[in-house]
């Protein structure tokens, strides 16, 4: 991966921190961002990461972000920035909703479109971290109403942007990361952050313009949206 940039947001801890860990250790450039760089202590002591601040939610930041980055071309791009809510219908917040919609739907938008420069210059990749809980064809369960219409709507957004860059020589795939043991997926799940940013990178170098506007697992197999 030597020579690969490659830009992940939301990278001071979770599945960000461990793709961090996983590009640098392979010889890439990274690129981590973090809402509050000076707390991001984990991600400033792995070696060779550049740590940059990023509030997806913020049209400002992420221009900040790209103007941080310089003229250099960015290779992939990882929108992993992303909050959770596991409410019953009874707890059902609107405003709530609405702001998990603008981080997890909005934000992997504002960041593309603000680095597109950058990616279109590397013929550069982007993976949205999506979630099988986000799949329409796959719920067959109620409940964490705004995460799941969220992620189906980054699904959406992830085929817009697809069709949008594909001739401008930028992929854009959604990946459900798997159940992973994070602040989010919780202590029970099924998969280390390790074992997770491991099996994304496979994904992340098999997949390309071929496969733009697709939605893979974490095994490379295409999933409904
Ligand atoms: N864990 C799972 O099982 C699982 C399953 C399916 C999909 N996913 C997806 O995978 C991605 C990473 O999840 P994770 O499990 O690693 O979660 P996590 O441990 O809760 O980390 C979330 C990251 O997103 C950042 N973030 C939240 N809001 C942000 C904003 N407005 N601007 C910039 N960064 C923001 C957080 O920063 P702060 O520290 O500042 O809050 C943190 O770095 C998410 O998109 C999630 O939906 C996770």
């Not at 221009?63 to 941080?68: F, R, Y």
């Not at 739907?105 to 809980?133: C, N, Q, W, Y």
């Not at 099996?199 to 893979?216: C, D, N, P």
Request: a neutral charge; aromatic letters at 6%.
């Amino acid at each position: 991966m030597e020579g690969m940039r490659i830009v992940i947001t939301g990278a001071n801890r979770g599945i960000g921190l461990a793709l961090a860990r996983h590009y640098a250790a392979a010889g890439a450039e990274v690129h981590g961002t973090a809402r509050a760089p000076e707390r991001a202590t984990e991600l400033a002591a792995v070696p060779g990461v550049c740590v940059h601040a990023l509030d997806v939610r913020s049209e400002a930041s992420c221009a900040a972000l790209a103007a941080a980055l310089g003229d250099v071309g960015v290779d992939v791009l990882v929108n992993n920035a992303g909050v959770g809510a596991w409410e019953a219908l009874d707890a059902f917040d609107g405003a709530q909703a609405l702001a998990i919609y603008d981080t997890n739907a909005l934000g992997p938008v504002r960041v593309t479109r603000a680095l597109l420069p950058l990616l279109e210059r590397a013929r550069g990749k982007v993976f949205h971290i999506g979630s099988d809980m986000g799949s329409i064809t796959h719920t067959n369960q109620g409940g964490a109403y705004a995460y799941r219409m969220s992620k189906a709507a980054l699904g959406m957004a992830g085929r817009a942007l697809a069709n949008d860059l594909r001739d401008r020589g930028v992929a854009s795939i959604v990946v459900h990361p798997g159940w992973v043991r994070t602040d989010m997926g919780g202590r029970g799940a099924t998969l280390g952050p390790e074992e997770c940013a491991e099996q994304l990178a496979k994904v992340f170098a098999a997949r390309g313009i071929e496969s733009t506007g697709r939605f893979y697992s974490l095994l490379d197999v295409e999933l409904p949206w």
